[in-house]
């Protein structure tokens, strides 16, 4: 398994602009994470999905921020209009079956983030 | 809002050398989770802890819990220059799967 992808790696756009921030968990997993780090703040848990719904969203700032998971293989997280504080990495995660035989599994799998410079 | 606090925030060490961080936590938790970040990287879970143990070890890793404290310790033996990195607890709660990141330990090892 290619592990948790995300894209871009790295992007730099200018204020006003809508940034999307895309995420393909590893196959099977049925959560799917969004965090935001930063020197300021740290690790901050903006929104989860579980089998493709939200289910808590209470970490997301403002209403600039909106998550969709339209399938099980694909997130976005849009961020309009950026301002140059959102400007972070953000890293999507991605978590597997809870309960099912054996031991349950809690471990995260991260990608290697996404680096937002808004100017 | 945060909610495992890692100390001390930064180390510095010797290679050959043990390291010890500590996370404290404020509620009840299901695991604590200790995950490895190297510079501009994503994170790398490390070690998994649950409430009902006390201590668990994996490779040069050991990894305690004091529920009663609300508080965990990292201990990596015999540090490589290549353990450098930062170091997070996470914390997940009962009935959620809310996991929570501490600040982080930033930890060098000199060779």
């Known amino acids: 398994d290619a592990g948790v992808i995300q894209s871009p790696r790295h992007e730099v756009t200018e204020m006003g602009q809508e940034v999307t921030l895309r995420c393909k968990p590893i196959?099977?997993?049925?959560?799917l994470f969004w965090y935001r780090q930063t020197m300021m703040r740290g690790l901050e848990l903006l929104i989860y999905f579980n089998n493709n719904v939200p289910i808590d969203d209470s970490g997301m700032p403002e209403d600039r921020f909106s998550a969709k998971m339209p399938n099980a293989s694909f997130s976005t997280l849009k961020i309009q209009p950026s301002e140059p504080r959102d400007s972070a990495v953000y890293f999507c995660a991605s978590l597997g079956f809870r309960g099912r035989g054996g031991d349950p599994t809690d471990t995260q799998y991260f990608g290697p983030g996404t680096r937002l410079t808004v100017l | 809002s945060q909610q495992g606090e890692e100390d001390p925030q930064a180390l510095s060490i010797q290679e050959g050398e043990n390291a010890t961080m500590n996370c404290s936590y404020k509620t009840s938790i299901n695991n604590l989770q200790w995950y490895r970040q190297n510079s501009g990287r994503g994170l790398v879970h490390l070690i998994l802890i649950r409430s009902n143990e006390r201590e668990k070890h994996s490779g040069r890793l050991r990894v305690t819990l004091d529920t009663s404290k609300k508080s965990s310790s990292l201990l990596i033996t015999a540090s490589r220059a290549a353990d450098t990195a930062s170091y997070f607890c996470?914390?997940?709660?009962?009935?959620?799967?809310?996991?929570?990141f501490g600040a982080g330990t930033r930890l060098t090892v000199k060779p």
């Open positions: 196959s099977g997993h049925d959560y």
């Open positions: 996470a914390t997940l709660m009962y009935n959620n799967n809310d996991m929570r």
